[in-house]
């Protein structure tokens, strides 16, 4: 379980940056939220990630309280020969239209800071 926890916290130590750099461009001095896209198939693990993020977060004065919250996406893949999308996680690599294996991964992989929230 450390090396999962030591993945989110190199997660959160970039995303901490993407927040700096962000705020500084915009003059903001203390960011409230920040929102995360994460995808049910990325390597991510939410509640580590949130737990990651309160003790790094509140190291700096511009985080200092920051809410992480996360938007679970779900995994859907699409099949090439028979053009259908359909739920990664239930069914995997192989398509439940067609039994295909000519299928790739639509969306779900996602790791992205989609808002922040910032003091007036």
């Not at 450390?2 to 461009?25: C, N, P, R, S």
């Not at 679970?72 to 398509?95: F, L, M, N, S």
Request: with cysteine; glycine share 6%.
């Amino acid at each position: 379980q450390l090396q999962t926890e030591m993945h989110e916290l190199g997660i959160v130590f970039y995303i901490i940056k993407d927040v700096k750099q962000v705020a500084e461009e915009n003059h903001v001095g203390h960011v409230n939220s920040v929102v995360m896209d994460i995808g049910e198939v990325s390597t991510v693990v939410p509640h580590l990630l949130t737990d990651c993020w309160r003790w790094a977060a509140d190291k700096e004065n511009l985080l200092r309280g920051c809410e992480l919250k996360v938007n679970t996406i779900p995994a859907v893949t699409h099949c090439d020969d028979c053009k259908k999308e359909y739920e990664t996680v239930k069914y995997g690599k192989t398509c439940p239209f067609c039994n295909s294996q000519n299928t790739w991964l639509l969306r779900g992989n996602e790791v992205e800071i989609k808002e922040l929230r910032a003091d007036g």
